[in-house]
C-alpha cells in the first residue's frame, strides 16, 4: 500500500519516515502524576495531552467563532458554516497570523482557555497560583496557509523561562488540516539555544523564525517531525525552548487553533505581554520595522 504524504512547507514527506512520524508521544497516561508530567517536560520539551479541556465546551468556541466568520464572508456559503470550508475567493491569502483576530475572541474561546480545566492543570503542574497572558493567538489557518519553524522563547522571552504554550485545536483536525508539528529532540540543541535561542525578535529586529526548510533538522541536527490527529478537548504543552512549526493546510477547510501561554503568578511577566491590555509586539509587527533575513541570522549564529 502506498505511504501517506504530507506536506510541510517546501518538502514532502511520507508518514513514518525518517523525517515525519504521525506517533506523538502521549503524556496522557500520566495526567494525574505531576512528577511524571515534569519529568516528561524536563527530556521532551512538550507534553501531549489527550483530553485536556471539556470537548463540548471547545465545540461551542468552534461554532461561535465559525458563526462570525460565516457573517465576514470567509467561509463558502454552499456548506453548512460548521464544515469550516473555505470561501473560495482567489484573493484570499492563506495565512496563519494572529492579528486581525480580535472580533473571533468570543466568551466560549476564553471559557476554554482560561477555563477551570486548564487553570486546574497548570496550577498542579507548576506548583502554586498560575496566571495567563490576556492575550489569545488565535488561528484561523485558511487552504495552502502553515506555520513556521520556531522557538517560542524568541517572542516572549523577557520575562520567567518557566513559561508554557498551550496549544488547543478547536474542533477535530486531521494532519492533512496543518496540524502542530513538533521536532522530537530539538530542546536539547545546545548550540542552537545559545544563540537563535538568546534573540528577541523586537530588540534584534529577526524574522523570529529559525529555518524555512523542515528536511533541515533533520538532516543537520538529527530531529524528527511528530505530529497527529487531533480531536476536540486534546492538547498540547511547550516548554519555551521546542522547535515546533505545523504542516501545510492541503484541504479546503480552515484549521481553528489557539495558543495561550500560561506561567507562576509569582514570576516576572515579559511587559510586551503583561496586564489587561498588552502591548505586544512593538517593532516585530511593526510595518514600518525592517526585519533581518533569516540567511545574515543563520551567518551570525554560524548555524
Known amino acids: 500500500m502506498a505511504s501517506t504524504v504530507y506536506t510541510m512547507g517546501p518538502c514532502e514527506f511520507e508518514a513514518e519516515s525518517r523525517y515525519l512520524t504521525l506517533q506523538l508521544p502521549d503524556s496522557t497516561p500520566h495526567i494525574d502524576n505531576v ?21 463540548d465546551a471547545v465545540m461551542k468556541a468552534r461554532r461561535d467563532i465559525l458563526q462570525i466568520m460565516a457573517r465576514q464572508g470567509k467561509l463558502d456559503t454552499r456548506y453548512p458554516a460548521e464544515d469550516a470550508v473555505a470561501n473560495p475567493d482567489p484573493n484570499e491569502v492563506a495565512t496563519s497570523s494572529v492579528r486581525g483576530r480580535e472580533m473571533l475572541k468570543t466568551a466560549s474561546l476564553r471559557q476554554v ?31 495552502g496557509a502553515e506555520s513556521t519553524i520556531h522557538y517560542d522563547i524568541v517572542y516572549m522571552g523577557r520575562g520567567t523561562h518557566k513559561l508554557y504554550t498551550c496549544w488547543t485545536p478547536l474542533g477535530p483536525i486531521p494532519p492533512e488540516m496543518g496540524t502542530l508539528a513538533i521536532c522530537l529532540r530539538s530542546n536539547t540543541w545546545h548550540d542552537v539555544r545559545q544563540t537563535y ?12 523564525y529559525f529555518s524555512d526548510n523542515p528536511a533541515e533538522l533533520v538532516d ?56 489587561p491590555a498588552p502591548r505586544m509586539h512593538d517593532a516585530f509587527w511593526n510595518p514600518d520595522t525592517e526585519l533581518e533575513s533569516l540567511e545574515v541570522s543563520r551567518r551570525k549564529w554560524r548555524l
Not at 535561542?197 to 523570529?208: A, K, N, S, Y
Open 35 to 55: 512528577q511524571a508530567l515534569r519529568n516528561r517536560m524536563a527530556e521532551d520539551g512538550f507534553l501531549f495531552l489527550r483530553g485536556l479541556h471539556c470537548a
Open 113 to 143: 482557555v482560561y477555563g477551570e480545566p486548564v487553570m486546574r492543570f497548570f496550577d498542579r503542574f507548576l506548583g502554586g497560583r498560575s496566571i495567563s497572558f490576556n492575550f489569545q493567538w488565535l488561528r484561523t489557518t485558511g487552504p
Open 197 to 208: 535561542g538568546q534573540t528577541d525578535v523586537d530588540r534584534d529586529r529577526t524574522c523570529g
Open 220 to 275: 543537520k541536527f538529527g530531529g524528527q517531525w511528530a505530529t497527529t490527529a487531533f480531536e476536540p478537548g486534546d492538547a498540547v504543552i511547550l516548554s519555551m525552548h521546542i522547535m515546533h512549526a505545523s504542516l501545510t493546510n492541503t484541504t479546503r477547510k480552515y484549521r481553528i487553533s489557539c495558543d495561550t501561554r500560561y506561567q507562576l503568578a509569582g514570576d516576572p511577566v515579559d511587559d510586551r505581554w503583561a496586564g
